[in-house]
């Protein structure tokens, strides 16, 4: 079946700008991620929502980083007066609600250059 | 809180020779542990996982890994490595209780297999 997807796959955007990257998780997902991928950086959890439960919002870097998930579904991450220091490769994933398993289907990501 | 420390970054090894990537985690709980894949230009897949049981875990395309308490550890290996095996892999942990979500990773290693 269709993995999970994100758009656009490449943003460019100037500095000042608001971007929003978008995510699409597996049918039947209820929890969802959001990670930050950054050059040498490894990967950085920003946000994590499962259900209707309030998300966990513990990793996003600053005020500026929001995200919301309409309808148990489709979410989208927004970035207000982007910075240089935003430019990454942003991540979603899902999975099915934890049990032991644990696994995380991973998108092929979005990357964002602010200029 | 856990932690996950890649000890190499880049590690390069000529195709049919074996190889290990290292991994160590630190953590207050019991874990699950996790080695990602991501090939170039493309999205994080699942290699293997250790959530209990055997120590010795094997995965996708060759590779095993074995889960170490004592030395906190679960370092990857392949006995003979292709020239497709190039890629980063990612080692992350997970918290084994009932309200643990987030998935921690490491750095990432960036293998290169030379032919």
């Known amino acids: 079946g269709a993995g999970v997807s994100q758009s656009p796959s490449n943003k460019v955007t100037e500095k000042g700008k608001d971007v929003e990257l978008r995510c699409d998780p597996i049918?039947?997902?209820?929890?969802l991620y959001w990670y930050r991928q950054s050059l040498g950086q490894g990967l950085e959890f920003l946000i994590y929502?499962?259900?209707?439960?309030?998300?966990?919002k513990s990793g996003l870097p600053s005020d500026r980083f929001s995200a919301e998930r309409t309808g148990g579904s489709v979410s989208t991450l927004t970035i207000q007066r982007t910075q240089q220091e935003d430019s990454a490769v942003y991540l979603c994933?899902?999975?099915?609600?934890?049990?032991?398993?644990?696994?995380?289907?991973f998108g092929p990501g979005t990357r964002l250059t602010v200029l | 809180a856990q932690s996950v420390t890649q000890l190499d970054s880049q590690v390069p090894v000529f195709e049919e020779a074996p190889v290990e990537l290292r991994c160590n985690y630190s953590?207050?709980?019991?874990?699950?542990l996790f080695w990602y894949v991501q090939y170039p230009n493309q999205g994080l897949q699942l290699l293997l996982k250790?959530?209990?049981?055997?120590?010795l875990v094997k995965g996708i395309n060759g590779f095993e890994a074995e889960f170490n308490k004592s030395q906190t550890s679960f370092h990857l290996r392949k006995p003979s490595v292709h020239i497709s095996d190039t890629a980063e892999y990612f080692c992350?942990?997970?918290?084994?209780?009932?309200?643990?979500?987030?998935?921690?990773f490491g750095k990432g290693t960036k293998l290169s297999v030379i032919p």
């Open positions: 994933a899902s999975s099915t609600p934890f049990r032991t398993s644990g696994r995380m289907y």
């Open positions: 049918s039947g997902h209820t929890a």
């Open positions: 929502f499962q259900g209707n439960s309030a998300p966990d």
């Open positions: 953590s207050s709980v019991s874990v699950y």
């Open positions: 250790y959530l209990s049981g055997s120590t």
């Open positions: 992350a942990v997970r918290g084994s209780g009932a309200g643990s979500y987030q998935l921690t």
